[in-house]
T-cell receptor
Framework: DADVTQTPRNRITKTGKRIMLECSQT?????MYWYRQDPGLGLRLIYY???????NKGEISDGYSVSRQAQAKFSLSLESAIPNQTALYFC???????????FGQGTRLTVV | QKEVEQDPGPLSVPEGAIVSLNCTYS??????FMWYRQYSRKGPELLMY????GNKEDGRFTAQVDKSSKYISLFIRDSQPSDSATYLC???????????FGKGNQVVVIP
């Protein structure tokens, strides 16, 4: 089983719909991140959390919200999806003392 | 100016050639420098990790850091078709492990 698991792997949704992307990890890491990846723009940080009670905005948080339900779970919500949120979304974890980040397999989201 | 600059232009090389990738950065607090490799339809995976300035070699891969110039490089010797992937540089500051990524370079090694 993967250490960082994202569900769903692929999703097509309509404009205006609410959608949740989920991430769970078995690495026991405190830090979790949500990124989106777009061609030519690289990875951009949406939100991050350093522990269960900690939520921080990244560089592109508008239109997104997150919930850290437990140390192992970090979900990303799009309250009202719009087409320019079509992208590849990655969850990542990082240990408190380690710099290496471990990524999930990604969720390909298409908003039509 | 973004914290990390990486020219995202694709790079095609013949098998066996040396691949040279680089990033520049503006934050002098960065101390940890990494290269991630991302295959198509997969998440990025750590390839090389360097602390502060200097060189690090791992098989066919060499990572270089020049903090005085705020410049890092990745070299791939004897490139193979299996090296075809996107390579992203990443870095972080001491005491703040949040990673700043470059845009990534798509590398294609042609057999």
């Amino acid at each position: 089983d993967a250490d960082v698991t994202q569900t769903p792997r692929n999703r097509i949704t309509k404009t205006g719909k609410r959608i949740m992307l989920e991430c769970s990890q078995t690495k026991g890491h405190d830090r979790m991140y949500w990124y989106r990846q777009d061609p030519g723009l690289g990875l951009r940080l949406i939100y991050y959390s350093f522990d269960v009670k900690d939520i921080n905005k990244g560089e592109i948080s508008d239109g997104y919200s997150v919930s850290r339900q437990a140390q192992a779970k970090f979900s990303l919500s799009l309250e009202s999806a719009i087409p320019n949120q079509t992208a590849l979304y990655f969850c990542a974890t990082q240990g408190h003392k380690n710099t290496e980040a471990f990524f999930g397999q990604g969720t390909r989201l298409t908003v039509v | 100016q973004k914290e990390v600059e990486q020219d995202p232009g694709p790079l095609s090389v013949p098998e066996g050639a040396i691949v040279s990738l680089n990033c520049t950065y503006s934050n002098s607090a960065f101390q940890y420098f990494m290269w991630y490799r991302q295959y198509s339809r997969k998440g990025p995976e750590l390839l090389m990790y360097t602390y502060s300035s200097g060189n690090k070699e791992d098989g066919r891969f060499t990572a270089q850091v020049d903090k005085s110039s705020k410049y890092i490089s990745l070299f791939i010797r004897d490139s193979q078709p299996s090296d075809s992937a996107t390579y992203l540089c990443a870095m972080s500051a001491l005491g703040n492990n949040r990673l700043a990524f470059g845009k990534g370079n798509q590398v294609v090694v042609i057999p």
